[in-house]
C-alpha cells in the first residue's frame, strides 16, 4: 500500500485531500509541503517560516505504542516553532479519536478553545467541524494560532482547490473564526479518565 492509500483507508473522506493536490503540493509547494514516511508512518506537513501544521499522520496499527509518534513529533518540535493541527471532537464510540487526543495531550499540546474550525467538504458537501491543538515553546496566543491557521488554509487546503476539485472551498472567514467568548469546553480537559486511575 502506497503513502496516499494509508492515509485514504483510514481518514474520513471528508478531511482527505484528494492525491492529486497532495502530490500538486508536494511538487509546486516542495519549500513548505513535506513528507516523511516509512512502512511504519506517513506524516504530512507544512513548515512555515513561523509555525508547523501536520496535516496528517498516521502510524501502523501494529506498531502503535511503540514511540513512532512521538518520535514523529519530537523531530516536528525540534525545530522550535509552534505546531498546529485539526482534530475531530471526541466521539467515544470511536475509539481511536480519543486515543489521539490522548496522544496528543501528553505530547504538551494544548487545545485553542476560542477557535471555531467548520469546513465544508467537497466530496460529500458536509459541513465538517474539528478543534485546533498547538503547542509552542514560547507559549504563543490562540489569537496567534487562529492568524497561523488563516495562512494555513490559505495556502494549503485551498490551493488550487478550482483546478483540482472543480469548485472552490469556502472563504476563510466562513471557516475560521476567533471568538474569546466561545462556549466550548477544553476537549483535552473532557477526556474520560482511564479506568486504572
Do not use: C
Amino acid at each position: 500500500m502506497n503513502w496516499y492509500e494509508k492515509l485514504n483507508k483510514y481518514f474520513p473522506i471528508e478531511e482527505m485531500k484528494s492525491r492529486e493536490h497532495m502530490e500538486r503540493l508536494l511538487k509546486e509547494q516542495g519549500e513548505v509541503y513535506k513528507k516523511d514516511e516509512s512502512d511504519e508512518h506517513v506524516l504530512m506537513y507544512a513548515e512555515f517560516n513561523s509555525f508547523i501544521f501536520i496535516d496528517y499522520v498516521w502510524v501502523s496499527a501494529k506498531t502503535r505504542g511503540k514511540g513512532i509518534g512521538h518520535k514523529l513529533i519530537q523531530k516536528l518540535k525540534d525545530k522550535g516553532k509552534p505546531i498546529i493541527l485539526e482534530v475531530e471532537p471526541v466521539d467515544y464510540e470511536d475509539t481511536d479519536t480519543e486515543k489521539r487526543l490522548r496522544f496528543y495531550q501528553k505530547e504538551g499540546f494544548e487545545h485553542a478553545k476560542s477557535i471555531g474550525y467548520a469546513r465544508r467538504s467537497l466530496a460529500t458537501n458536509e459541513l465538517n467541524e474539528m478543534e485546533i491543538l498547538f503547542w509552542s515553546p514560547e507559549h504563543e496566543s490562540e489569537a496567534s494560532i487562529y492568524e497561523k491557521m488563516r495562512e494555513m488554509y490559505q495556502k494549503i487546503h485551498t490551493y488550487k482547490d478550482k483546478e483540482l476539485y472543480g469548485k472552490s472551498y469556502q472563504h476563510v472567514d466562513e471557516v475560521l473564526t476567533l471568538d474569546e467568548d466561545r462556549d466550548m469546553d477544553n476537549i483535552l480537559n473532557a477526556l474520560k479518565k482511564p479506568e486504572n486511575a
